[in-house]
């Protein structure tokens, strides 16, 4: 869960300039259900925080960050989903897998659109993924923003989750997925 544990995250102020949403506790409302989802299916599931000890070394078939984007009001485009797997991954095939497995699954799921052309350097190089065994498969979703896509984000939590653990479930079962076209 994205600033678990560690920070805020985005902060989101109402019109009296109060603290009103935080990145933090959304993410930490979508990791919640992604993991309870998981393990109702029968899968171990870790839910870390943002710096968290078990990082170091940590393996698993995948980690997922859940992240949020910016409660600033940017433009009418500042809306929809963005997913980026680790420039440090050993399995270039995989990790390409996994990315589109969440961007397939999501978007169907939430109907929010894809931002290929957005992936940031502070996704694609997360420090979590320079610290974790270099053969765990990793990637990181910012769900959507928290301006724009506060509605879903805040009001359908458990459909964004759904989007999540579809995408992590298709990567797992090695189900049929159309490649992501990837950001040059």
Do not use: W
Not at 16 to 28: I, K, R, S
Not at 51 to 63: K, M
Not at 103 to 122: K, M, P
Not at 134 to 151: C, H, M, S, V, Y
Request: aromatic share 6%.
């Amino acid at each position: 869960a994205g600033h678990s544990g560690n920070d805020s995250g985005a902060v989101c102020t109402d019109a009296n300039g109060q603290v009103d949403l935080t990145e933090a506790d959304v993410n930490m409302a979508i990791a919640q259900i992604v993991k309870d989802s998981l393990v109702e299916k029968g899968f171990q599931v870790d839910l870390l925080n943002e710096f968290d000890t078990r990082l170091s070394g940590y393996r698993a078939v995948a980690l997922v960050s859940i992240h949020n984007d910016s409660c600033e009001y940017v433009n009418e485009e500042a809306t929809g989903f963005k997913v980026a797997s680790s420039m440090e991954t050993r399995d270039t095939n995989r990790a390409q897998r996994l990315t589109a497995c969440l961007v397939d699954r999501y978007q169907g799921t939430t109907g929010l659109t894809f931002h290929a052309g957005s992936i940031t350097n502070d996704m694609t190089q997360y420090h979590a993924f320079s610290e974790i065994d270099p053969d765990t498969i990793t990637a990181i979703i910012e769900t959507g923003f928290l301006n724009l896509d506060r509605q879903i984000l805040t009001n359908e939590t458990s459909r964004v989750a759904d989007g999540v653990t579809k995408g992590i479930l298709c990567f797992i079962n090695n189900e049929n997925v159309i490649p992501t076209p990837m950001a040059p």
